[in-house]
T-cell receptor, first 110, second 113 residues
Framework: NAGVTQTPKFQVLKTGQSMTLQCAQDMNHEYMSWYRQDPGMGLRLIHYSVGAGITDQGEVPNGYNVSRSTTEDFPLRLLSAAPSQTSVYFC?????????FGPGTRLTVT | DAKTTQPPSMDCAEGRAANLPCNHSTISGNEYVYWYRQIHSQGPQYIIHGLKNNETNEMASLIITEDRKSSTLILPHATLRDTAVYYCIVRVSYNTNAGKSTFGDGTTLTVKP
């Protein structure tokens, strides 16, 4: 049981490039979420999903797309990277209220 | 979800109890209190949650006041590894919002030798 896994751990992008951050969970959780955390700040919700095929926007969705084709996977796509998207990205899953977080992806956009 | 207020930082001596307060004066009757912690840039870790009764698990105890407007997370014997940012979150459990949590700035707990 690996819990929540995220890849890659680190990524450097140039402005305008696109990429996909991967998130997978093996706990059969219905709910999955993406957060970003800027230095010295709390987590902010980007997008979340309440089940396969269902997604919704969080607090800071602009510049990001998500889809949920399976229960296990919830990838986050950066459409055209900007320096303002430099952050640490955390994926989480939950069945009820308590969320389980992955180790994070540290993204730098130059 | 109800808003929470936490002190920005606290210190605690190693081996002593760490008592972290949280104010949630606008909490609704169906909202739970959740606590998470984040150790140095790792992903947040769930600690404990409760509705109105006090709760205890292997990591901590949660004391919720009778009017439910505040709570205290207690780490009974703090160690250096408990140094982290602690987040108090109030949210409804068991519904379609289970994937959403509003994280504030939390309390930075520093355990000192």
């Amino acid at each position: 049981n690996a819990g929540v896994t995220q890849t890659p751990k680190f990524q450097v992008l140039k402005t305008g490039q696109s990429m996909t951050l991967q998130c997978a969970q093996d706990m059969n959780h219905e709910y999955m979420s993406w957060y970003r955390q800027d230095p010295g700040m709390g987590l902010r919700l980007i997008h979340y999903s309440v089940g396969a095929g269902i997604t919704d926007q969080g607090e800071v969705p602009n510049g990001y797309n998500v889809s949920r084709s399976t229960t296990e996977d919830f990838p986050l796509r950066l459409l055209s990277a900007a320096p303002s998207q430099t952050s640490v990205y955390f994926c989480a899953s939950s069945y009820t209220g308590e969320q389980y977080f992955g180790p994070g992806t540290r993204l730098t956009v130059t | 979800d109800a808003k929470t207020t936490q002190p920005p930082s606290m210190d605690c001596a190693e081996g002593r109890a760490a008592n972290l307060p949280c104010n949630h004066s606008t909490i609704s009757g169906n909202e739970y209190v959740y606590w998470y912690r984040q150790i140095h840039s790792q992903g947040p870790q769930y600690i404990i949650h409760g509705l109105k009764n006090n709760e205890t698990n292997e990591m901590a105890s949660l004391i919720i006041t009778e009017d439910r407007k505040s709570s205290t997370l207690i780490l009974p014997h703090a160690t250096l590894r408990d140094t982290a940012v602690y987040y108090c979150i109030v949210r409804v459990s068991y519904n379609t919002n289970a994937g959403k949590s509003t994280f504030g700035d939390g309390t930075t707990l520093t355990v000192k030798p």
